[in-house]
């Protein structure tokens, strides 16, 4: 699985900072519903796993003495320390790493979040595995996500055109198969949010470069859905669409 690991850096690397200035990412009522969970029971030490360009970490860090901001791209972490100096944030830090082998102690966090990361995890039981192992007993797990749904033909759907645009993603799961990772993990887990992520076509392929061939491809895809997956995905004459997410907190048992 390096090679995916491997493209995950290559491909975030070379747009890095479209993921800062993303508003799909800077903003989102999953993103307030996760600050909600924490401002109710802040945190002591937090990290947010996968980070990205940070807008979770730096979202979280005033409901927390220390955050940690946590990826496997060099250049997304320069993102995540530009938008911690821009808003003053001096409780975040950045670390270089895989979330499936965390470089960390076990219990070393009361709190850890993840949000639009998952997808390009090659192994999501091992790292669940991992950050059951950091996290202490009565801590909280709150991961957000882009879930497929559960008909085949709306699901392979998705997953294609997910690869289409980003050759570095892996897999959206359901729902059912996060919560069947969650139990394995030894989590007990709750679906506390789901919601429909609108996106703007051009700017959705924009922010990943991905090339025109493939934006093309896209297009004669979405052209030729069905009618069922066209109401589902809720497709526009110009492409803007819609695709499922889930939040889940996750408490070990």
């Known amino acids: 699985m390096a090679d995916i690991k491997q493209s995950v850096q290559s491909q975030f690397g070379k747009v890095a900072e479209n993921y800062r200035l993303s508003t799909v990412h800077a903003a989102g009522e999953d993103l307030q519903r ?13 990290l947010d796993a996968g980070c990205g360009a940070g807008h979770t970490a730096a979202a979280i860090a005033p409901y927390a003495e220390k955050v940690v901001a946590f990826d496997l791209t060099p250049l997304m972490l320069e993102q995540v320390e530009a938008l911690a100096a821009e808003r003053g944030l001096t409780n975040l830090t950045t670390k270089l790493g895989d979330i499936e082998n965390l470089p960390f102690e076990d219990n070393s966090f009361d709190l850890v979040t993840s949000r639009y990361s998952a997808h390009h995890w090659p192994h999501p039981q091992t790292a669940l595995n991992e950050i059951a192992r950091v996290l202490q007993p009565g801590g909280r797990f709150i991961f957000s996500d882009i879930v497929a ?21 892996v897999r959206d799961h359901s729902i059912r198969q996060w919560q069947a990772i969650f139990a394995e993990a ?43 997956i ?9 492409y803007t669409f819609s695709i499922p997410g889930a939040l889940f907190v996750g408490k070990p048992i």
């Open 186 to 228: 030894g989590f007990e887990c709750e679906v506390v949010f789901t919601w429909l992520l609108p996106l703007n076509f051009d700017s959705w392929v924009a922010r990943m470069a991905t090339p025109p061939l493939n934006v093309e491809m896209l297009k004669v895809l979405y052209d030729g859905a069905s009618s069922e």
């Open 149 to 169: 749904p559960d008909d085949p033909a709306h699901d392979t759907f998705l997953q294609a055109i997910e690869l289409l645009r980003d050759p570095s993603h």
């Open 230 to 238: 066209r109401a589902a995905m809720q497709i526009q004459p110009d």
């Open 34 to 46: 996760i600050v909600q969970l924490i401002a109710e029971h802040p945190a002591q030490h937090a």
